[in-house]
């Protein structure tokens, strides 16, 4: 009889090869944990066996089972877009709807911004969110994994590497860097984060969406796409925790309308670091973890 993996890597129509292993909490190493979920909605909206676990110490909610990295390269380069909407190819409709929500973005950060200045865009996908900001006069860059959209955002004249957000080599200047629901997806988020600090001007900006657990917790389940489903706490720990401050957190639509049950941690590149914040942010995600997400996704399990 096939592993559940097996299982989803065939309804996925990818090869069986790939590997997987359980994890621990990737923000705060701990093992201690409790089952949310034993599955999540699939290809096709069918169940799949990949258990969502929340972290006791630090109330981070991921998927039990993390692939090797090879295996996000190719999903994340054929497979994504392919079981998403049933097309490679980017649609006019979506990169429209990526230049109005950088718009909106745009005027949400202005207070907050130089008047220009040096963008990086994480997981950009086809890159309409830069567009708003290169008509105000910043430099604007992306990376994303997906061939098809990549090649989409260039033809029309945009900065856009080929490359998984662990293998980027910015230089060390940005002073606005936006990973906007890409680090839901990512192999290794540490390594991104780090990454991201590197790139950074010493007072830039990051500017991190995450919507996976909101937008789930609106429709009545979470997705098999979103390896790691962030909380505004998660977010925050990872900002403390690879040098950033978190100055602004909201769940106001930032982007506009058009995402709804997303929630926004702004934070600025800081040099200090202190255990005791640390600790302060843990606690409120052990706290929303037990007080909302985890009553909340175990109802689920009533339901017929």
Request: glycine content about 8%; hydrophobic content about 35%.
């Amino acid at each position: 009889m096939s592993t559940p993996i097996e299982q989803y890597l065939q309804r996925l129509q990818m090869p069986d090869s790939f590997r997987a292993h359980k994890m621990d909490c990737e923000l705060c190493n701990s093992k201690q944990h409790w089952v949310l979920l034993h599955s999540v909605q699939g290809p096709s909206e069918q169940a799949v066996d990949l258990p969502v676990l929340g972290c006791q110490e630090c109330g981070h909610i991921f998927q039990q089972y993390r692939f090797e990295e090879a295996f996000y390269n190719a999903y994340y380069d054929k497979f994504y877009r392919l079981n998403l909407f049933g097309n490679s190819e980017p649609e006019r409709a979506f990169f429209l709807d990526q230049v109005r929500r950088g718009e909106h973005l745009y005027r949400y950060l202005k207070e907050v911004l130089p008047a220009t200045g040096k963008m990086l865009d994480v997981g950009c996908s086809a890159g309409g969110l830069m567009i708003p900001f290169a008509k105000h006069g910043w430099s604007v860059r992306g990376n994303d994994p997906d061939r098809a959209y990549v090649e989409y955002g260039k033809k029309i004249g945009l900065d856009i590497d080929l490359v998984g957000a662990e293998h980027m080599s910015p230089s060390g200047d940005y002073n606005l860097i936006i990973i906007n629901g890409s680090l839901e997806h990512v192999h290794d988020v540490n390594q991104v984060l780090q990454l991201c600090r590197q790139a950074s001007a010493d007072d830039g900006l990051l500017l991190i969406e995450g919507r996976a657990l909101g937008y789930g917790l609106e429709q009545g389940f979470l997705t098999h796409n979103h390896r790691r489903y962030l909380s505004a706490s998660s977010i925050e720990y990872l900002m403390g925790k690879h040098g950033w401050e978190p100055i602004r957190t909201t769940s106001e639509p930032v982007c506009g309308p058009t995402r709804p049950g997303a929630v926004f941690v702004l934070g600025r590149a800081s040099h200090q670091r202190t255990d005791e914040c640390l600790a302060d942010v843990k606690a409120q995600g052990r706290k929303a973890l037990e007080e909302t997400y985890r009553p909340r996704l175990h109802a689920w399990w009533a339901q017929p």
